[in-house]
C-alpha cells in the first residue's frame, strides 16, 4: 500500500470515527511523529567505541545472546 493510499484510508476512518478515545490516541500518535526531535551528537570517545566495537563484530569477536547469558548466569553464582 502506497503512502498516499494509507493517508486516503486513515483521513477516511478519521471520518468515520465517533470514538473520542480512539481520536485522541491517534493524535497523540501523530503527535509524536511532529515533535521536535533533537539530534543526538556523539563524542570523539563514542565514536571510536562503536568503531571498534564494529571491528570487533566484522572479526568474529562477539558473543550470541545465549552465551552472553551463560556467562551471566556463571558470574552471578559465584
Known sequence: MSTIELRKRLIDKIHKTKDERILEEAYRLLELETED????????????????ARQQVKNGQFLTEDQANKEIDEWLSK
Open 37 to 52: 526531535i533533537e539530534i543526538y551528537r556523539l563524542n570523539l570517545d563514542q565514536k571510536e567505541a562503536i568503531s571498534e
